[in-house]
């Protein structure tokens, strides 16, 4: 990517956040603190850090969705295994395995409890497992 290109794609993101907290501002007014819409917004923000290297902001913003999924959500929705498994990438970043393990295992754990497991899903979370540790 050109220095241009990454200039205008941090531009995109950085607008993006700005547009997920006027969101997050309106959520916060009109919606209970544990509304998993609130969830979804801080999900997306983390994943804007994270795409700019801000990783504990992301790592912070995205704990804080997932704090809210697990009073929200039911133990086995999808939204809960999407947040355990890009926390788990999130910590590979980080180079703390042993936590990301234990993401992406809970992930996994959500998708086979579904019943009919996603197989994209399965897929990408056990070789994002896989990666972390070959």
């Known amino acids: 990517m050109?220095?241009?290109?990454?200039?205008?794609?941090?531009?995109?993101?950085?607008?993006?956040?700005i547009n997920y907290e006027k969101a997050l501002t309106v959520?916060?007014?009109?919606l209970p603190s544990d509304h998993p819409d609130i969830a979804r917004t801080l999900f997306n923000m983390g994943h804007c850090y994270v795409a700019l290297t801000n990783y504990d902001q992301g790592l912070k913003l995205m704990t804080e969705a997932l704090e809210i999924c697990r009073k929200s959500l039911p133990s086995n929705h999808s939204d809960l295994a999407l947040t355990y498994s890009s926390l788990g990438s999130l910590y590979v970043i980080l180079k703390q395995n042993e936590l990301a393990l234990e993401y992406f295992v809970k992930a996994s754990e959500i998708h086979?409890?579904?019943?009919?497991?996603?197989k994209r899903d399965l897929w990408?979370?056990?070789?994002?497992?896989?990666?972390t540790f070959s």
């Not at 290109?5 to 993006?16: F, L, N, P």
Request: include cysteine; charged fraction near 40%.
């Open 124 to 131: 990408i979370t056990e070789t994002s497992i896989r990666r």
């Open 27 to 30: 959520q916060k007014e009109q």
């Open 112 to 118: 086979y409890a579904a019943g009919k497991p996603d």
């Open 2 to 17: 050109s220095g241009e290109d990454k200039d205008e794609a941090e531009g995109v993101v950085c607008r993006s956040i």
